[in-house]
């Protein structure tokens, strides 16, 4: 087996300040957060930027910027910048950010979708912030647009204008399908960073059997050309990167995906969740990639080569 990269999404556009007190929000709450994570075995940030006034996603570049910098003086990690955004912007909202930043690496979401949060109403009876409850209540009614004209975009602006390479988004086994077809067509070459998502409402469900059903077909897809990686929101977190890496996969934690480090424990740092997965996989026998490692592993331009 190669080494595990371990990626850690720091803050998302899913859970809301009321939900963790530890959610970074800011600016120096994000690079904070992220510098940690990376020190503690996280080989590639992911990255969303939130308003620093009250905790909603923005898509502002300004906003990026303000961490960016601070992260790639400090540690050694991939820079992985959100192109799903947050509810509601539309496609040049969503590419402002890595358009500006030309990063390493942006995520891709391979398929329009429902995306359903509403449940995690039920948790909380008081908001912090009155764009909390309607930013949960929303998803109801909304589908999450990724039209195989916007991903073709998207490979088109940033792989080929910026030198991007993507975390390619599967919330189904459709999206592996999506995938392949434009790899047939020639947009994205190997070696594709595929993750595999399981436990969004609108996507597969966090079944174990889910988790070998996606490997097998993604093995049928893709074969040697790509590299695979899971990531379970909620509770699934950590259950399942331990069956991902037992089974060769490289992993995502992060309080994007899962507020807690354990049952009813609420994580105080996305650092906590890479401290106990590095250990996971360190107590299978396995090895953490380095960044320089999942560089070369994923074919990465370098971190001289970005715009921050």
């Known amino acids: 087996m190669s080494k595990v990269i371990i990626t850690c999404a720091v803050t998302g556009s899913i859970h809301t300040p009321t939900m963790s007190p530890h959610l970074p929000i800011t600016p120096d709450e994000i690079a904070a957060d992220g510098v940690a994570a990376a020190e503690a075995g996280a080989s590639i940030l992911h990255l969303h930027a939130r308003d620093p006034n009250d905790g909603r996603p923005t898509p502002d570049p300004d906003v990026f910027m303000a961490f960016l910098p601070r992260i790639k003086q400090q540690s050694d990690a991939v820079i992985n910048i959100t192109t799903g955004g947050g509810l509601g912007m539309s496609l040049d909202e969503r590419l402002a ?79 592996l399908y999506n995938l392949a077809h434009f790899v047939d067509r020639g947009l994205v070459k190997p070696p594709l960073f595929v993750q595999t998502i399981f436990g969004i409402l609108g996507g597969i469900g966090a079944d174990h059997e889910n988790l070998m ?26 259950s399942f990167v331990t069956m991902g890496a037992m089974m060769g996969g490289n992993i995502r934690v992060g309080l994007e995906d899962s507020l807690f480090l354990g049952k009813g424990e609420l994580a105080p740092s996305n650092a906590a969740q890479v401290v106990k997965a590095r250990r996971i996989v360190e107590e299978l026998s396995l090895e953490v990639a380095t960044p320089a490692e999942a ?8 971190g001289d080569q970005v715009a921050f």
């Not at 449940?119 to 912030?129: G, Q, V």
């Not at 916007?150 to 599967?170: A, N, S, T």
């Open 295 to 302: 560089r070369e592993m994923l074919g990465l331009k370098g």
């Open 97 to 175: 950010a890595p358009r500006r930043a030309s990063p390493e690496m942006t995520s891709l979401n391979m398929g329009s979708m429902n995306f359903g949060i509403y449940p995690m109403l039920n948790r909380y009876k008081e908001f912090k912030y009155d764009w909390e409850r309607p930013h949960l209540e929303g998803t109801k009614d909304f589908i999450f647009r990724n039209t195989f004209k916007d991903i073709e975009y998207i490979m088109k602006d940033l792989g080929e204008g910026h030198g991007v390479r993507f975390e390619f988004e599967c919330y189904d086994v459709g999206h």
């Open 213 to 238: 059903h996606m490997r097998r077909i993604a093995n049928k897809l893709f074969g040697d050309d790509y590299r695979w990686s899971i990531l379970a929101a909620g509770r699934h977190q950590m």
